[in-house]
């Protein structure tokens, strides 16, 4: 009889439990924590700036705009390749123009150190991720009135003070929902951890 | 973890641990998305929700 014609035994919440106890599933837990945490962080910082800076009235400002989202447009197995390049143990154009300047003596083990893996891996998601918050939160700084700004400068605010008190606030039912979708999506990441490190390294799994 | 969860179910053919894992996530990524939704919502809509 084949197995998948056996009828199988009900085993309730043994394999909760059997998680319970293992290690490596609770090494998995403090990565992913990880991983979202910084990665979030960061990616809300440079959005944040980013967009701000795009809102300025810039020369080729619709090109810029064009141009910042490339990093999301780009299918994410595509571009962890790439980073997979640019990580690699022994051709890697970091290490080789690390090496060049002086600064450090052998090629950085990218994927293969515990540390750098986490890193590197933040890293990756951090730059393909920063347009999404970049150009969503861009369309909120658009909705703010002008007036608001022209009455703050009338009021002698300087340029953090408005920000503080006219563009944050107004901005904040955007950043709740820019912020939800991007710890779901970091959190959930698996292509770009699975081409650069497959679970890696040290052991397959952690 | 969806990584080792698709290394137990898929590469490691335990189904049933993948699943855990996968299933275990929610606790997590429900915790994750409240805090970043409720707490990052501006105090005047919170202030009026409670109203």
């Given at each position: 009889m084949p197995a998948s014609a056996r009828g199988g035994a009900f085993v309730g919440l043994e394999n909760y439990e059997w998680l319970w106890d293992d290690s490596v599933f609770w090494l998995s837990v403090f990565n992913t924590l990880l991983y979202t945490g910084v990665a979030t962080v960061i990616k809300f910082a440079v959005g944040l700036y980013l967009a701000i800076l795009l809102n300025?009235?810039?020369?080729?400002k619709a090109m810029l705009r064009a141009v910042v989202l490339i990093p999301f447009i780009v299918p994410t197995v595509l571009s962890a390749i790439a980073f997979w390049w640019l990580y690699d143990?022994?051709?890697?154009i970091i290490s080789w123009s690390l090496r060049k300047a002086g600064l450090i003596a052998t090629n950085i083990d990218f994927l293969g150190d515990v540390w750098n893996a986490r890193w590197s891996v933040i890293f990756a998601n951090i730059w393909r991720g920063v347009p999404f918050v970049a150009i969503t939160l861009l369309a909120g700084l658009q909705t703010v009135s002008p007036s608001l700004y022209e009455a703050a400068t009338i009021d002698g605010a300087n340029r953090w003070q408005m920000f503080r008190h006219v563009t944050y606030p107004l901005l904040t039912p955007i950043i709740a929902v820019v912020m939800t979708f991007s710890v779901l999506f970091t959190f959930t990441d698996f292509q770009l951890i699975w081409v650069l490190t497959r679970g890696g390294p040290v052991t397959p799994r952690n | 973890m969806a990584t080792l969860s698709y290394q137990r179910a898929?590469?490691?053919?335990s189904l049933g641990e993948g699943a855990a894992i996968s299933t275990a996530m929610i606790p997590f990524l429900l915790g994750a998305i409240l805090i970043s939704w409720f707490g990052l919502q501006a105090p005047e809509v919170a202030a009026g929700r409670k109203q």
């Amino acid at each position: 009889m084949p197995a998948s014609a056996r009828g199988g035994a009900f085993v309730g919440l043994e394999n909760y439990e059997w998680l319970w106890d293992d290690s490596v599933f609770w090494l998995s837990v403090f990565n992913t924590l990880l991983y979202t945490g910084v990665a979030t962080v960061i990616k809300f910082a440079v959005g944040l700036y980013l967009a701000i800076l795009l809102n300025e009235n810039l020369p080729f400002k619709a090109m810029l705009r064009a141009v910042v989202l490339i990093p999301f447009i780009v299918p994410t197995v595509l571009s962890a390749i790439a980073f997979w390049w640019l990580y690699d143990s022994q051709f890697s154009i970091i290490s080789w123009s690390l090496r060049k300047a002086g600064l450090i003596a052998t090629n950085i083990d990218f994927l293969g150190d515990v540390w750098n893996a986490r890193w590197s891996v933040i890293f990756a998601n951090i730059w393909r991720g920063v347009p999404f918050v970049a150009i969503t939160l861009l369309a909120g700084l658009q909705t703010v009135s002008p007036s608001l700004y022209e009455a703050a400068t009338i009021d002698g605010a300087n340029r953090w003070q408005m920000f503080r008190h006219v563009t944050y606030p107004l901005l904040t039912p955007i950043i709740a929902v820019v912020m939800t979708f991007s710890v779901l999506f970091t959190f959930t990441d698996f292509q770009l951890i699975w081409v650069l490190t497959r679970g890696g390294p040290v052991t397959p799994r952690n | 973890m969806a990584t080792l969860s698709y290394q137990r179910a898929i590469l490691g053919g335990s189904l049933g641990e993948g699943a855990a894992i996968s299933t275990a996530m929610i606790p997590f990524l429900l915790g994750a998305i409240l805090i970043s939704w409720f707490g990052l919502q501006a105090p005047e809509v919170a202030a009026g929700r409670k109203q």
